[in-house]
Structure formats: structure tokens, C-alpha cells
């Protein structure tokens, strides 16, 4: 017997990110081969995008995905995230010419008050939620504070990309493939700020810095590539990043879903690592049942480490003030 279709809501859908996500969900590649799934995918009410949006919707009917057993295609939240399993928030207000970013924190906090808002009255009582629209950390916070239902550690948000680029270019510094890198995780906000805590990972199983050899480099170039590497995309291909997006948000919401799997999420903190109590910030979480995760709390960390979690903390903590009235 065929298993309970998983209900994935997608907001942002016919853009970028969500091109490059929504056929691979639909094949399974996110939730399992034998896992069926019905998208409830939402873009603003308005002609173009809701056009745009029946045009992805007619490319996946054309795929024939044997996993994909129905679409919903809406603007209304509430209809978007009715009894929905995952709620991946990808859409929000990209960043105009001359607009501060503090202008943008609020103008996006306030698509998240709403969302948040009907998630928490209509999404299914497992529902999980990953945030991937920017700044994510706090757009996260801002829906999970319209939770009533739902605790805070159902809400989310991606810090993987930067963990993948993290895990590559340690990768192509020491000549070896990706699967001998791990143990790199990323701490605190997904901006340029991020701490990609070279000093715990490990290269062919030995300290990455000790394989490396040139703590110079793992200072002032590796942190740096890894916290620009969003603009330098943005600089060579004349738009952000999407498909390396869309992949990384597959890697998330599957090792969420895998038991054993340790990689980095944003959380609540609760204090964890030094941070704030209240902000999300990247951290290692080890996926302990389909549906549940732990913290990993036992990586000390040196003063280096601590000092880049400070300034990292520090602009979490000013983001979250930036929109305290959205609170
Ligand atoms: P696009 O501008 O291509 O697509 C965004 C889509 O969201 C548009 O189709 C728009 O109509 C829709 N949208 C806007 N407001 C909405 C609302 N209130 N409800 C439903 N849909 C809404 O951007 P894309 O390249 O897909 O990027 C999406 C977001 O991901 C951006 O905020 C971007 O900054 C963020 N990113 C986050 C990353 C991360 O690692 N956390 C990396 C990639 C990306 O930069």
C-alpha cells in the first residue's frame, strides 16, 4: 500500500529558487522515492505571478512525476498552508535600488506576520517549517512569534547553502572530494557575518587545519569566500543564487527527516553557543526521530571562535531590534 502523501506548501513559488525546487520534490528527491507528496504552492494574487505560477504548474503535470499525486495553486495563505506538513517560505521582497536594509527586515517581516500567522492556524499539527527568504534568521523569528500552536522548534531556518559552500571549498583547497570534508558546521545569522567553524572540521578524518596547513588562509580568505560567496555569485551570473539554493533547501528538509543526520540549521538558540536566547542562529542539529532533532552542544570553541560567534550574535541581536514592533 502506497504511503499518506506528505502535503510541502512552497510561498515564492514561481520564482527563481522555486523553479529549481519544485520538480525535485515532486520526484522524490526530498522526502523519499516511494514518499508521494501534493504541492500547495503560493504566489502574491496578482496576474503575473499567479500566470507565472500555472506555468510551472503545467511544466510539473508534463513531467508526469508518478510521486506527485495533486497541486494546489492559490494566493491565500490560508488556503497554501491548509494541513501542510512542510511549509518552505522561499518567497519574499527582493531588495530595490537605494532601499535600506532595515527597510527591507520590516517590508519582509511583515509577509512573515502573515504567514506565520495562517501556518499556525491551518498547517497540520506535524507541521515543520524552513525559511529560506531573506534575511531568513529573522523573517523565521517574526512567523515563529506568531505561533501559538505550534513550539518554536518546528520553525526553521536555511543555513546549509552556506555550510555546502563551506564544505566545497575546504574541499578544493586540499585537492580531495567533498565526502572527505566534515564536520563543518555554520554558526549564527545567514549573512556575511557567519562563523564557518573551520577549527572542529575534518579533513580525511584529521583537524582540516592541520591538513590544510595555512591558518592565514582559513582566516582571512576561506571565511571571507565562504560569507561573500551570495555576492559573488550575484556578480558573475547577474542573479542569486537558485539552483545551489533550491538544493540545499532539498538537503535540509531530508536530513531533518533522516534520523542520525548532523548538519547546520538555524534555530532558536535558547542560549546555545553563547547566543542570544531569543535569536535563530546557525548551530550542528543531529536529526534524532523523522520528526525531531537535537542540538549538539559539545563543540568548545576557542577565543577565535568565540569572538566571530560575538559579532555574528551581535547583528542578530540588532536585526531582531530592527523589528521588535513586529514581535
Ligand atoms: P525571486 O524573486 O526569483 O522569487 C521570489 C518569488 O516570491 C517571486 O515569484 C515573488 O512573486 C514571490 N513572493 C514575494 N512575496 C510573496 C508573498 N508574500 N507570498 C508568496 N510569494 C511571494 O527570488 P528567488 O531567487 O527565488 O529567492 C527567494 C528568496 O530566497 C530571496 O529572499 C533570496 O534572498 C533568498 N535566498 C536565500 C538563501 C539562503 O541561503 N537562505 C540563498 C538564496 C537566496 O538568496
Not at 51 to 72: I, N, R, S, T, W
Not at 314 to 323: A, D, F, K, P, Q
Request: net charge negative; glycine share 10%.
Amino acid at each position: 500500500m502506497s504511503k499518506t502523501p506528505i502535503r510541502v506548501a512552497v510561498t515564492g513559488a514561481a520564482g527563481n529558487i522555486g523553479y529549481a525546487l519544485l520538480f525535485r520534490i515532486a520526484s522524490g528527491e526530498m522526502l523519499g522515492k516511494d514518499q508521494p507528496v501534493i504541492l500547495q504552492l503560493l504566489e502574491i494574487p496578482v496576474e503575473g505571478p499567479q500566470k507565472a505560477l500555472k506555468g510551472v504548474a503545467m511544466e510539473l503535470e508534463d513531467c508526469a512525476f508518478p510521486l506527485l499525486q495533486d497541486m494546489v495553486l492559490t494566493g491565500d495563505a490560508d488556503v497554501a498552508f491548509k494541513d501542510a506538513n512542510w511549509c518552505l517560505l522561499v518567497g519574499s521582497k527582493p531588495r530595490g535600488p537605494g532601499m535600506e536594509r532595515a527597510d527591507l527586515l520590516k517590508d519582509n517581516g511583515k509577509i512573515f506576520i502573515g504567514q506565520g500567522q495562517a501556518i499556525d492556524k491551518v498547517a497540520a499539527d506535524d507541521a515543520r517549517i524552513a525559511v529560506v527568504g531573506n534575511p531568513c534568521n529573522t523573517n523565521v523569528m517574526i512567523a515563529a512569534a506568531q505561533a501559538k500552536r505550534l513550539t518554536a522548534d518546528r520553525f526553521t531556518a536555511m543555513v546549509r547553502l552556506d555550510e555546502n559552500r563551506g564544505r566545497a571549498q575546504l574541499a578544493k583547497k586540499a585537492g580531495v572530494s567533498i565526502n572527505e570534508v566534515s564536520d563543518l558546521f555554520i554558526y549564527g545569522n545567514h549573512s556575511p557575518t557567519m562563523f564557518a567553524d573551520f577549527t572542529h572540521a575534518k579533513i580525511g578524518g584529521k583537524a582540516a587545519a592541520e591538513v590544510i596547513g595555512d591558518e592565514a588562509w582559513l582566516k582571512n580568505e576561506y571565511l571571507p569566500t565562504v560569507g561573500k560567496r551570495g555576492a559573488a555569485i550575484i556578480d558573475a551570473r547577474g542573479q542569486s543564487s537558485a539552483a545551489s539554493a533550491a538544493n540545499a533547501l532539498i538537503d535540509h528538509v531530508r536530513d531533518l527527516s533522516t534520523p542520525g543526520a548532523i548538519h547546520s540549521v538555524a534555530v532558536k538558540s535558547e542560549g546555545r553557543y553563547g547566543f542570544n536566547p531569543d535569536v535563530w542562529a546557525g548551530m550542528p542539529v543531529k536529526t534524532t526521530t523523522a520528526g525531531s532533532f537535537e542540538v549538539i552542544e559539545s563543540y568548545e570553541m576557542d577565543d577565535f571562535a568565540k569572538s566571530k560567534i560575538a559579532l555574528t550574535n551581535y547583528e542578530l541581536v540588532g536585526e531582531r531590534e530592527t523589528i521588535k514592533d513586529l514581535l
